[in-house]
């Protein structure tokens, strides 16, 4: 299992980015997948979650209404579309899944919002 995140970069208060993570090595249109952040001195949190299906997904509250989470099966891609993007936003993003139990991460991408 692979996953690679890219998209990150330096970006104004207000700006967006978009986030890719390209995955392999397993059935990635059987898998649910998720985007968590790490801030400079604090914990990894949860972002963002859809499942396999694409269907129903789940938004940290911090983030509602500005992110969005999309994935291309046909790709292997997951997607978090960031709008109006805060200094507060400032982490490194990791994707994330966890298949047959085992818990698999990519190596994060760094997303700076700075003026």
């Known amino acids: 299992v692979q996953l690679v995140e890219s998209g990150g970069g330096l970006v104004q208060p207000g700006g967006s980015l978009r986030l890719s993570c390209r995955a392999s090595?397993?059935?990635?249109?059987?898998?649910?997948m998720s985007w968590f952040r790490q801030p400079p001195g604090k914990e990894r949190e949860l972002v963002a979650a859809?499942?396999?299906?694409?269907?129903?997904?789940n938004y940290a509250d911090s983030v509602k209404g500005r992110f969005t989470i999309s994935r291309d099966n046909a790709k292997n891609t997951v997607y978090l579309q960031m709008n109006s993007l805060k200094p507060e936003d400032t982490a490194v993003y990791y994707c994330?899944?966890?298949?047959?139990?085992?818990?698999?991460w990519g190596q994060g991408t760094q997303v700076t919002v700075s003026s």
């Open positions: 994330r899944t966890i298949v047959m139990d085992y818990d698999y």
């Open positions: 859809i499942p396999s299906t694409g269907g129903y997904t």
């Open positions: 090595g397993f059935t990635f249109s059987s898998y649910d």
